[in-house]
C-alpha cells in the first residue's frame, strides 16, 4: 500500500475540496478523467477479484433477457389479472417491502397513482410487527408485497394480515416456492434466475417491470409494445460499460455523495445510492430536487458530487434549475439521461452519460414514462466498477447476506 503522502509527485495543484483537502490527482497518464482524491488515501494496487467479472457484473448483463423472459411468462397471467380487476377495481393500494424492493415499491407508487388515480400507500411494516395494530383493510382494498426471496419475515406478516382482513393480495418475488408466492392470492414471478450476489439488480428491474404490468391490469393506459421494447433499452444502456468503467476512475476516493431524482426515477435516486453504500461503502444521501432545495443543498460546496437522473418531461424543467444552482456552487455534477433529452446531454460540463436511445415518449403521459429501468443499468455498471476501483467485491459487502429477516 502506498500513500499520497509517500508520492508527493502524484498530488496535483488544483485542491478540489476547501474543507478536507481533496485534491486533483493524475496518476493515469492514459486515463483522460481525473480522479478525486483526498490527501493520505491509500492506493489500492493489482486487480479486484483476481481480474474476473465480479457476480454484480454478470447479473446486470443479464437484465435484457431476464426482462424478456418475466414479460413473456406473466402476460397471460397478467391478461387475467386485468379481467379480475374490471369487476373488483380497488379504492386503495398498499405496497409492503424492504430494502432494494422498497425502492421498487416507491417506483410502484408513483406509477400507479399517475396512471390509474388510485390512492397507494407503502406499508411501514412495523406498524403490524412491533406494534401489532389492526389495520382496516377490507374487500376494496389490494396490497401488494415485494420481495426478492419471498422470506422477508415482515413483508409476508403484512400480507397475511392484510389476506386475512379481506384485502386482495399480490406477492411480486424471484422465488417461485417462496412463502410470500405461497401465501399471496396471486404471485408475480420475477422470472431473473437466481440471484447470486447480494447487491440486487436484476431483481429490482424485474419488480419494476412487474410494476408496469400491474399497472396495465388494473387499467391504466399502459402500451404493451412499449413494455415489449425495455429489454432492448436496457441493452442500449449496457453499451456504456467502457465509458462508466472509466468514469468510476475519477471517483475512487469518493467518500460521500448526493444523488438526486424526482417523479418515476425517485425510486432510481433510492437505488442508486443504496448500491453505492451496500457495494462501496460510500455515505450516500437521496434527494428528490424539491426535498433537496428545502435545505439539503446548504451542505453543497465546490467539488461536492452530486449525482442526477435528468430525463426529458415535466420534471426536466425543476431539474434543469438545479443543476444551474449546482453549477454556481461549482459541485461535481454528474447526470444519467438519454437522446430525448438534448439539453441535459449537452451539458458537456456535467459530465452526462447518455444512453444511446431515444426513450421519452411523447404520447405517453408522463413522457418520462419507460425510463427508469433503463436509468439504473448505469447505475448499477457505475457502483460496480467504483466499487472494483476501491479494491471491494460487490458480491460480499461486509455485514451483509442475501436474504434479511426483520420484524
Partial sequence: MVTVEQHPELLGITPLYRGHQLFVCVWRPQIQ????????SPIVTGPVQNGSMSKMLDEIRQQPAALERTFRAELRSIEKLKK?????????IVLSARGTSDNAAQFGRYLLEISTGIPVSLAAPSIVTLYGAPMAYNEDTLVIAISQSGESTDTNLVLERAKAAGAFTIGVTNEP???????????????????????????????????????????????????????EHANAAL???????????????????????RGLNYSNAFEFALKMMETCYVVAERFSSADFLHGP???????????????????????????????GLHAETMLITDQSNAAAANLKASRPIVIPAKLGRKRALPEELFTPIPYIIPAQLFAECLASEKGLNPDQPRTLSKVTRTL
Fill in 33 to 40: 478523467s481525473l480522479p478525486i482524491l483526498r490527501r493520505n
Fill in 177 to 231: 416456492d417462496s412463502s410470500l408466492a405461497k401465501m399471496a392470492e396471486h404471485a408475480f414471478l420475477v422470472r431473473a434466475g437466481r440471484e447470486k450476489s447480494v447487491a440486487a439488480t436484476k431483481t429490482y428491474t424485474g419488480q419494476v417491470l412487474a410494476m408496469y404490468l400491474i399497472a396495465y391490469a388494473l387499467g391504466a393506459p399502459v402500451d404493451l409494445d412499449e413494455i415489449r421494447q425495455l429489454p
Fill in 84 to 92: 379480475y380487476f374490471a369487476t373488483r377495481r380497488p379504492k386503495f
Fill in 239 to 261: 453499451s456504456l460499460y467502457p465509458q462508466i468503467a472509466e468514469r468510476a476512475i475519477r471517483y475512487r476516493f469518493m467518500e460521500h455523495v448526493v444523488v438526486v431524482g
Fill in 297 to 327: 443543498i446548504a451542505m453543497v460546496e465546490a467539488a461536492f458530487p452530486v449525482f442526477l437522473f435528468t430525463p426529458s418531461g415535466v420534471t426536466w424543467p425543476s431539474m434543469h434549475e438545479m443543476l444551474e444552482k449546482l453549477t
